[in-house]
């Protein structure tokens, strides 16, 4: 029987409320255009969590009632407790599918996970265009997309990305400063799915974008543990 998977999206929703630049692009918060995001694609259970709640929103019955997390953060990975990110990996060991946003990289959860330093080499926020290139056309994350999509205004990142080699290969992105970068990779810990996707600086529109948008959601498909695979 398949059912509609339940997605928690994780913020650590601190540039939104102290940094005008980014309280100007993401008023309610970049979970919410996130989760706005994924509800125009169709997803019915769509919850919010940010690191200031509670056990930062991610009790043991949110995560057990989550079927894929998507995962947000910068300036704040280290706040995240152990506790909640050991919480975590168990949930993806045990099938939960991970989306791991932009920064996420360097997240505690995305480094346990990947077993190395998630690291990227030097990165720019001044806002270069991108140009993102589909190199697995058949794979179901790059569904409905063209070759490549642009974005006008982005935080460019460089490689070495410090991270195993992904099972796929999705998106290769170049920047008009001259880096390149695997900005869609996918893992697989235990049963679950991981997914990382480059885009989304704090202080640029990117989550509001059509492409980008619809990346996510087929992330979210692509992650979610096969009874809710929809
Ligand atoms: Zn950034």
């Known amino acids: ?15 939104e409320r102290y940094r005008p630049e980014s309280a100007a692009v993401y008023p309610h918060g970049i979970h919410v255009a996130i989760r706005d995001g994924l509800v125009a694609h169709g997803f019915a259970d769509v919850r919010t ?30 706040d995240v407790a152990d506790s909640v990110v050991e919480r975590v990996k168990r949930r ?40 993102i290139v589909v190199v697995s056309p058949g794979h179901p994350i790059a569904a409905g997309l063209g ?5 006008e205004m982005e935080e460019s990142y460089a490689e070495p990305m410090e991270v195993p080699n992904p099972t796929d290969l999705i998106f290769v992105s170049w920047f008009q ?17 991981i997914f990382y996707f480059r885009p989304g600086h704090e202080t640029f ?12 959601a087929n992330g979210v498909r692509w992650a979610a543990p096969e009874a809710s695979r929809v």
Not at 1 to 15: D, I, K
Not at 65 to 71: G, P
Not at 147 to 151: A, H, S, V
Request: aromatic content about 12%; overall charge negative; hydrophobic content about 35%.
């Open 1 to 15: 029987m398949q059912v509609e998977p339940r997605v928690t999206v994780w913020n650590e929703f601190h540039h």
């Open 92 to 131: 993806v060991w045990a099938g939960m599918g991970l989306v791991v946003l932009h920064s996420g990289h360097y997240s505690k959860i995305f480094r346990a996970l990947t077993g190395t330093p998630s690291d990227v080499t030097i990165w720019n926020e001044d806002g270069e265009r991108e140009r």
């Open 49 to 78: 969590a940010t690191l200031d709640e509670p056990e930062h929103g991610l009790t043991q019955a949110v995560l057990d009632a989550t079927d894929v997390l998507v995962w947000w953060g910068h300036v704040r990975h280290d």
């Open 147 to 151: 070759r490549f999509f642009e974005i």
């Open 205 to 216: 529109p990117t989550y509001f974008i059509p492409e980008v948008r619809r990346v996510i």
């Open 177 to 193: 400063g001259g880096e390149v970068f695997r900005s869609g990779c996918t893992y697989t810990r235990g049963r679950g799915r």
